[in-house]
């Protein structure tokens, strides 16, 4: 199980150089987290320059300026500690996909708030 310090939310940072998608998927996850986006590598790779406590990623298959998997595994190779909490995605991104590994992840302690994610990614996909 991974643990949190109890006075701040998980953070994920999103990379996907699509503004539609990457709102889609702010308003999905930011009651449950901090969110933060990116739409391009470049610009991932500034944020976990400047805040390494990045808890998880969402990132692109397909990014402007790199492939999704190259960046999440130079991520790892830099050791940052969401590294190794991301999860790849393609369009149509599967919000529910989306959401169960990150409540796994942070809240499988707490089905409420699980099942809070699961409705709000059900209903942003339909």
Known sequence: MFSLDAARLPIVLVVDPVLASRHTMWRLLSRSFGVLEAADARRARDWLTYRPNIDAL????????????????SFATAQLAGASRAILVVRPVDLRTVVTRLAGW???????RAEV?????DRLSS
């Open 117 to 121: 994610l699961w409705r709000e990614a």
């Open 58 to 73: 969402v990132v692109q298959m397909e990014l402007p300026d790199a492939q999704g998997s190259e960046l999440v595994k």
């Open 106 to 112: 942070f809240f499988s302690r707490d089905a409420t």
